[in-house]
């Protein structure tokens, strides 16, 4: 079955660069969630998305910013990159109708920040 | 949401039932309880949800106790595949942001 699928897997910045994660949810998936797992931390809800409007917003910070397209992939900007915003970047999603009680996750971007 | 507490880590032998215990003493009438898991650096894997009844799958059980106040989650032969940070998450529905807080680690010996 096809699953969540997240590019790059791996990227190495440095402070003060920009970087974009992209996220390509399951077929007929309208619904995005992104949350960031910060060394030895639990995972962090970020921003959700659904039918291409911003649906829930958590702590992400002003420097990020991320949109849903019309294909329903996301993607997640990163400017004015800090060493604190090395983590794993997971993307999730879910259909609405017929409503899903699960969230499919991706493998993950793993965003280090040197 | 309601939050929840569970033990920081717990060990099971192979094959041996895991029995991982949730606390949600603030849980409210229509609020859900979920499971999902996350072996080591991989998305969170979805276990099993619940509202008042057990509920079983081909993963686990999860027994939910009449006042609702606590859970448990029941892998009955565990696996060394099922050495994780097992999370119990109550929230009101399966839409919407799930919040992560301090889950279990279990570690499955042989």
């Keep these: 079955a096809a699953g969540v699928i997240q590019s790059p897997r791996h990227l190495i910045k440095e402070k003060r660069e920009t970087a974009t994660l992209k996220c390509y949810p399951i077929p007929r998936h309208d619904t995005v969630y992104w949350y960031q ?39 997640l900007n990163m400017s004015s990159l800090e060493l604190g915003d090395s983590a794993l970047y997971f993307c ?18 793993r965003l280090t920040v040197t | 949401d ?9 060990d099971c032998a ?28 991989q998305g969170p894997q979805y276990i099993i949800h619940g509202l008042k009844n057990n509920e079983t799958n081909e993963m686990a059980s999860l027994i939910i106790t009449e006042d609702r106040k606590s859970s448990t989650l029941i892998l009955p032969h565990a696996t060394l595949r099922d050495t994780a940070v097992y999370y119990c998450i ?19 010996t042989p």
């Design chain 1, 37 to 75: 797992q910060g060394p030895g931390q639990d995972p962090q809800f970020l921003i959700s998305f659904y039918e291409k409007m911003q649906s829930d917003k958590g702590s992400i910070p002003d420097r990020f910013s991320a949109q849903q397209f019309s294909d329903y992939h996301s993607e």
């Design chain 2, 2 to 10: 309601a939050k929840t507490t569970q033990p920081p880590s717990m």
């Design chain 1, 92 to 109: 999730a999603s879910s259909p609405i109708n017929p409503l899903s009680y699960e969230q499919y996750f991706g493998p993950g971007t």
């Design chain 2, 14 to 41: 192979e094959g041996r039932a895991a029995n991982l215990p949730c606390n949600h003493s603030t849980i409210s009438g229509n609020e859900y309880v979920y499971w999902y898991r996350q072996i080591h650096s």
């Design chain 2, 90 to 108: 109550v929230k009101l529905s399966g839409w919407g942001k799930f919040q992560f807080g301090a889950g279990t680690q279990v570690v499955v």
